[in-house]
């Protein structure tokens, strides 16, 4: 009984990104609505919402990770909605830190974002 009320209260978590003002203020978040089954879908729901945020007179979208590599309409919502950038935190694994430009882009996530700017 007790595993089942810790799922339950598991599932209650979001996955957010927060926009933050230069004054420290919260100006809204973005949650992550396409939640990866699996590790993730054991943690996290979805809020089904999607907002433009405007910073200095610079509209912009936010896609969440897995949601920008694997989705496309996250990155399209806000390109239609005027979205001069769409920015997509994300936790890719480990690296060297050593990026090169000559190597840039032969990872999957990184052709994805590749692909995302390309197609909007």
Not at 66 to 90: D, L, N, S
Request: proline share 5%; hydrophobic share 40%; with cysteine.
């Amino acid at each position: 009984m007790l595993k089942i009320a810790l799922a339950s209260l598991l599932h209650q978590f979001h996955n957010r990104a927060y926009v933050i003002s230069d004054e420290g203020a919260v100006l809204g978040y973005q949650t992550k609505n396409h939640i990866p089954p699996g590790g993730e879908s054991d943690q996290y729901i979805p809020d089904g919402t999607r907002s433009i945020f405007h910073v200095k007179g610079i509209p912009f979208g936010i896609s969440i990770c897995h949601e920008g590599w694997r989705y496309p309409e996250t990155v399209r919502w806000a390109a239609v909605r005027g979205a001069k950038i769409v920015f997509q935190p994300q936790w890719t694994g480990k690296h060297n830190g050593q990026v090169k430009l000559e190597n840039w882009g032969t990872l999957f996530f990184e052709k994805a974002m590749v692909c995302r700017a390309g197609e909007n």
